[in-house]
């Protein structure tokens, strides 16, 4: 915390007055060195957003989430939705990177790459300042107050349809998309509707609530409390530098960093929760120390550790703890994904049921086969049993054809002579190939008679 804070810090959010109404924030448009490469971020981040679902490799789009044919293409590669471990190893990989990135670096997240603060900073921000010009840094918009304002919503309205549009290419790919808009609307008046919804909330977000998404709404700013402490590196104003301020300090007290602040803070109270380090305040400050030729850095990337003690630390247990944890699971993904089969099978022996006297010296047993085809390709299954080798079976469809992403669930009856029984029971192996190239085994018990009975 700093020596000199505001009186009212904390009695209320930044973006509410006293008398409980929400203040409209007109941020000034940053500028300097941190904005020019939030830009180049941001606009990177959006490219991807568009180009991810319509660029193809390997003949495959790279990114698309089926969720009608229940496959998502992720970086290219195909992952069915029977690749549960996969799927839950990439979420949980999300998951842990993001907690450890907040651990050592704040709410970078926030600042740089949550969609939200991309769309609201980077495109619908910069539309207010063509419509309304550059809040207090003097430029004037050129058109007239009511025109600016309507014309500023019907812009505001046909991005987020554009980007609405973007977002449902995500599930349906760029064909998809151009068949529903080549359909009559009837056909896809579900699509249509969802568009609607969409695009009328995204355009209340962007023109109505805007940074209170990030200071009052989002989850992950709420749990910043509970992961960050003093050695996390955030935007820090460096109160021992700038203190007393005017006097001996080195902040002049000019504003400057408030006036650019999209979240409406003061980051001279201390680290807050409101803050997302987007690190307009920093660029903000250094055009203020260059006029005053002192150092730069007056607010700067930091951990309060640092300012506190002047040494610079990220070495802490929990870092360590996040770090190995997260290595694992990016281990356990690429063995997943490297020991990926293309077939699931399964192979249970049918509840409630013992073994069938087939004949005097012969037994059977009774197993449901489950076989799920996770590839893009037809495969004519062959079945052979390894244990015990080429034992005699059952099946109502043989062999079984199984068509791209594709399965196969039905009954195999399982014959052996009476005599290898030996125990009781024995193990049972199942082979599961393509022609003749093996693609997965499956194991089972084999039961019959107790010796001797
Ligand atoms: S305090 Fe600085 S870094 Fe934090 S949100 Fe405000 S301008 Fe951005
Ligand atoms: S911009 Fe820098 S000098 Fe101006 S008030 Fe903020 S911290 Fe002080």
């Excluded at 207010?128 to 309507?150: C, D, I, M, T, W």
């Excluded at 050695?231 to 820090?236: G, L, M």
């Excluded at 024995?426 to 018990?445: F, S």
Aim: glycine share 6%; aromatic share 12%; net charge positive.
């Amino acid at each position: 915390m700093t020596s000199k804070q505001n009186k009212t810090f904390r009695e209320r959010p930044d973006n509410i007055d006293e008398h409980g109404k929400r203040k409209r924030i007109k941020a000034r448009q940053p500028k300097g060195k941190w904005y020019t490469r939030r830009t180049i971020v941001a606009f990177s981040l959006l490219l991807f957003f568009v180009l991810a679902p319509i660029i193809k490799v390997g003949g495959n789009p790279f990114m698309l989430l089926d969720i009608v044919h229940r496959k998502f293409h992720l970086m290219g590669a195909t992952v069915y939705s029977q690749d549960g471990d996969i799927m839950a190893i990439v979420m949980a990989t999300v998951v842990v990177f993001v907690v450890l990135f907040t651990v050592v670096f704040g709410r970078f997240w926030c600042g740089w790459a949550c969609p939200h603060t991309v769309f609201m900073e980077m495109i619908f921000r910069r539309i207010e300042y063509l419509f309304h010009g550059n809040y207090q840094r003097g430029r004037r918009s050129k058109f007239p107050g009511r025109v600016a304002l309507a014309l500023k919503h019907v812009i505001y309205f046909v991005v987020v349809l554009f980007f609405t549009n973007v977002f449902i290419m995500w599930f349906t790919g760029l064909s998809g998309l151009i068949l529903i808009w080549k359909s009559p609307l009837i056909d896809y008046w579900q699509v249509y509707a969802a568009m609607l919804v969409v695009t009328v909330f995204y355009y209340w977000i962007y023109a109505y609530v805007r940074e209170s998404v990030c200071t009052l709404f989002c989850p992950y700013g709420r749990m910043q409390g509970v992961l960050m402490d003093a050695k996390t590196i955030t935007v820090a104003y460096d109160y021992k530098r700038g203190e007393p301020r005017r006097l001996k300090g080195d902040c002049v007290d000019c504003g400057g960093c408030v006036v650019v602040c999209p979240t409406g803070i003061d980051i001279r109270n201390g680290t807050q929760l409101e803050c997302v380090n987007c690190t307009a305040c920093i660029d903000e400050c250094n055009i203020i120390m260059k006029r005053m030729k002192r150092a730069p850095n007056l607010i700067r990337f930091a951990s309060n550790y640092s300012i506190e003690t002047g040494k610079s630390s990220i070495k802490n247990l929990r870092t360590f703890a996040y770090s190995a944890v997260l290595l694992v699971l990016l281990s356990a993904l690429v063995v997943s994904l490297w020991g990926r089969t293309e077939v699931d099978a399964s192979l249970l022996r049918m509840p409630g049921t013992m073994y069938q006297e087939v004949s005097v010296d012969s037994i059977s047993n009774i197993y449901q086969l489950k076989i799920v085809n996770k590839t893009e390709g037809v495969k004519n299954i062959r079945l052979k049993f390894l244990k015990p080798k080429n034992s005699a079976f059952f099946l109502s469809e043989y062999p079984i054809v199984l068509s791209e992403d594709g399965s196969f669930d039905g009954v195999i009856v399982l014959k052996r002579a009476r005599f290898d029984m030996k125990k009781g029971n024995a193990p049972v192996e199942l082979g599961i190939y393509d022609e003749e190239r093996m693609l997965e085994t499956t194991k089972a018990t084999f039961i019959g008679p107790k010796p001797g009975s």
